[in-house]
């Protein structure tokens, strides 16, 4: 399957999603105008891989400075679908990275959340 | 709550733009691009918009008094810069404390340089940008005879005194199609109505993506709230979440609304205001009473349940539906709202938010 590169923009985070180099990133500020128009893609892009591939790990390191409400959402439509990828093989190497500062409060929290909503392993790295 | 009584109060008045408090020269640029935003349709007149926010702001922070306490610090004055487009065009206000003794001076100066016609005021701009004789502040007075160049008619000006020291200055140009009327004074009627509630950031007219992040900006240049604290990514988040829903609900041709920004002793409230259809105020409220009256654990199982519930993308609005609850989760204190008719089918709906 190939790989889904979108470049960061000052309102949307960099996606780097890439099989051949077992490289799955989200990373930046996700303030979309519209968040189904951007993130849409992406969450097509996961299903259809996990349909494909029910056998590949899928360890997404998510490192978001900032989120509106409409791109927590949709983030979690895409946490939802790797948590469902975990479910069908429990493959030990699926997980979820959350990168975050140890002082941002609002991150730290949030993935907290995440954590405690989706069932497969979810992992709070702080950057500092 | 006020703010359908602010956005019929200035009726005359399609979009304004109103900001309080202590300015410093960071906020220049914000402001210039805040007013780039604005569909001015006439390019010409979009130019002198730009070039007079610019002069008309900095006069302030160049020429406003300023106390001895900061002088060793920032250059930080105390004002209010306004702009609005009214039917004919655009006005833009400032007010700022100068010393009284300076105040003098400078009502002879616009006396003198309001009975100027064009060709004397480029004479006049051209004498006085030779004149050796520069103020401490370096303008020499070039600054004025500019704004006077590029405005239309008449400066009109007000100075009133606050002490045997301090005045305060008002003062409007004017970018107006038609020079039969002059426009009313309302530099004045925007500072009342700032300083009497406390409000450090107003704005009525249209509201849109761009703009949002555009006040973020400003807001962050001008406010002393670190956007990188806990309190100020709160703040922040209140700020973006609120000003989108008045854009992305708002049920006017134009996502037209109101912003307003209030220091209320230690704490900011933050409001905004659209026009709804009347049919879902009902919703509106009932789903706030519930975000309302949800303790921490009740507003986590609500989180959860539409979180989950919602994992549609065809039925996804693209606003997701859980900014309030996510707003909720972040303060201690109620949301307040409140609709007022504007018609059979049509309400205003104001919401406040205090942190």
Avoid at chain 1, 43 to 70: E, G, Q, R
Avoid at chain 2, 130 to 138: C, K, L, M, P, V
Avoid at chain 2, 145 to 153: C, F
């Amino acid at each position: 399957m190939d790989a889904l590169i979108i470049k960061i923009t000052k309102e949307t985070p960099e996606i780097i999603f890439n099989p051949k180099d077992d490289l799955y990133s989200i990373k930046g500020k996700s303030l979309p105008e519209n968040a189904v128009d951007f993130y849409k893609p992406i969450f097509d892009w996961i299903s259809n891989f996990s349909l494909n591939h029910p056998n590949k790990n899928i360890a997404l390191n998510v490192d978001i400075d900032y989120m509106n409400s409409s791109s927590i959402k949709l983030l979690f439509f895409i946490f939802n679908t790797i948590n469902k990828h975990y479910q069908t093989n429990k493959n030990a190497n699926t997980c979820i990275n959350w990168f975050c500062s140890k002082d941002d409060e609002l991150m730290v929290n949030k993935g907290n959340e995440f954590k405690e909503l989706l069932d497969l392993p979810f992992y709070i790295k702080f950057k500092n | 709550m006020d703010l359908y009584k602010y956005y019929t109060e200035f009726n005359n008045s399609n979009e304004i733009f109103i900001l309080y408090g202590d300015f410093s020269d960071e906020i220049t640029s914000h402001l210039s691009d805040l007013n780039s935003n604005l569909n001015a349709d006439d390019k010409k007149i979009s130019k002198r918009l730009s070039y007079l926010t610019i002069e008309t702001f900095q006069n302030i922070v160049r020429h406003g008094y300023q106390s001895v306490e900061e002088k060793n610090s920032k250059r930080i004055k105390k004002g209010m810069f306004a702009y609005t487009k009214v039917k004919d065009g655009f006005i833009l206000g400032t007010v700022n404390e100068i010393k009284s003794e300076k105040a003098e001076v400078l009502k002879t100066q616009l006396e003198e340089l309001n009975q100027l016609n064009e060709v004397e005021l480029k004479e006049k701009y051209i004498e006085t940008l030779y004149r050796e004789d520069r103020t401490e502040n370096g303008g020499a007075g070039v600054g004025l005879i500019s704004v006077l160049r590029k405005s239309t008619g008449n400066i009109s000006y007000i100075f009133e005194p606050i002490n045997d020291k301090i005045s305060r200055f008002f003062f409007q140009s004017n970018l107006i199609k038609s020079t039969d009327t002059t426009p009313d004074f309302l530099t004045e009627k925007f500072f009342n109505l700032m300083s009497e509630n406390d409000i450090v950031l107003f704005r009525k007219g249209i509201f849109n993506h761009s703009y949002m992040l555009l006040i973020t900006e400003l807001l962050d240049a001008k406010l002393n709230v670190n956007s990188d604290s806990a309190y100020g990514k709160s703040f922040f988040f209140i700020v973006r979440e609120l000003l989108q829903n008045i854009y992305q609900h708002s049920k006017t041709n134009n996502n037209e609304g109101v912003f307003l920004l209030r220091e209320d002793q230690d704490k900011l409230n933050i409001c905004c205001g659209n026009f709804i259809e009347s049919s879902k105020t009902k919703l509106i409220s009932t789903y706030i009473d519930q975000l309302n009256s949800l303790d921490k654990l009740g507003l986590k199982e609500l989180y959860k349940e539409k979180l989950f519930s919602q994992m549609d993308f065809e039925n996804t609005s693209s606003s997701g539906g859980i900014g309030l609850l996510e707003i909720k989760k972040l303060v201690n204190s109620q949301i307040y709202y409140n609709f007022d008719t504007v018609s059979e089918k049509m309400s205003f709906f104001s919401i406040k938010v205090s942190i």
